[in-house]
């Protein structure tokens, strides 16, 4: 690949579960809103942060590499192209490090991965990733597309698609399984709570949402729900806020729950509208090193507005980080159940063919000092929704939320 990458590196938190996207909706990340995969998770940052594996050779030797080809090539009775190989050299290279967050994506897959960051694919709605035991989870379907309809909950374990195990699937596969025509069923096998085994046959349709709804709740609460922070989150949420304040509202709630992540900057600037100019919203790290310090940017119209921040089991990355350093500089009470916990950040690296390398470049840490990676956020007060209510469709977290503003 020498010679093809793009100096010029996008600033896009992949924040999200989005570890993979395609692992990302179905991220993980990668982001899956399967059609889309996060522990999406997405960042992007500038060359000067990236950390560098100093151990390795500058060039690898591919002479072993070669004797495979040959043998491959003079054996195996199937058909080959020159590009599904060159392509399975690279996937196989971003394999290599073990980690749910790095991925190769070919020109069709990166241009798929910013479909559905931006909310705009066709699948059923759920954002994957793996588990410590590289188990492929459901980071969190969302509301109201199929899989949600459909009963998937975040946490559900996948244990075959269309009757075919996925065992050693890793998220980008999963996602290409899970997604297809609209219209089209896909069978998913869960196992939810580590015990109970499910069946949910899931019809695709195309999806194209906007990343924030909004409205009034007892006449006095603005309510702004964000589902990923995508290209248009910071223009919609700011619109919002300036609505919300001009109509004389009292109180906030943010709600991020099933929210898989996304742009880093997307997170900043709606952190931004609570915290003053120049307070910290995050650290990236490589090891102990500090790379970077965002702060709040100003334009803070929401500053001192009594706010919760509603999060869950599918709050992941950018969303935690919007949680955290709302929380942490006395922002905001946060009322629901822990999050995902997705503390790691990746860049974005650009190649001629349209390719891109999304790799895991450091961790970020909350104002608090802390990183949560594989430990999420606890929330002030811990809510959660029996399946009775989910059922009847009572948001008690929600409830609890309107609850604490209206004391």
Known sequence: MDGTQKQGRQRRGLVSSLGHFLGMLLLVAVIFTV????GSGRVSLNSKN?????NLPDKLNYSSIDEVYKSLKNNYDGKLSEGQLEDGLKHGLTTATK??????FTAKEAKEFSDQLNNSFSGIGAQLGQDDKQNLEVIAPIAGLPADKAGVKAKDIITDINGT????LGVDDAVSKIRGKAGTTVTLKVIRNKAEPLMFTITRQDINLPSVTTKTLDGNIGYIQISTFANDTTKLTQAA???FKADGVKAIVLDLRNDPGGLLDASVNVSSLWIPQGRNILQEKTGTKVVQSYNALGGNVLNGMPTVVL??????SASEITAGALHDNNAAYLIGEKSYGKGVVQQLINFRDGAQLKVTVASWYRPNGQNINHKGIEPDKKVKISDADAKADVDTQLQEAQAYLNK
């Open 50 to 54: 990236a950390a560098v594996a100093t």
């Open 241 to 243: 806020a300036k609505k």
């Open 99 to 104: 980690d749910p967050y790095t991925t190769y």
């Open 311 to 316: 999060i869950n089991s599918g709050s992941a």
């Open 165 to 168: 195990s996925t065992s050693g």
């Open 35 to 38: 059609g889309y995969g996060v």
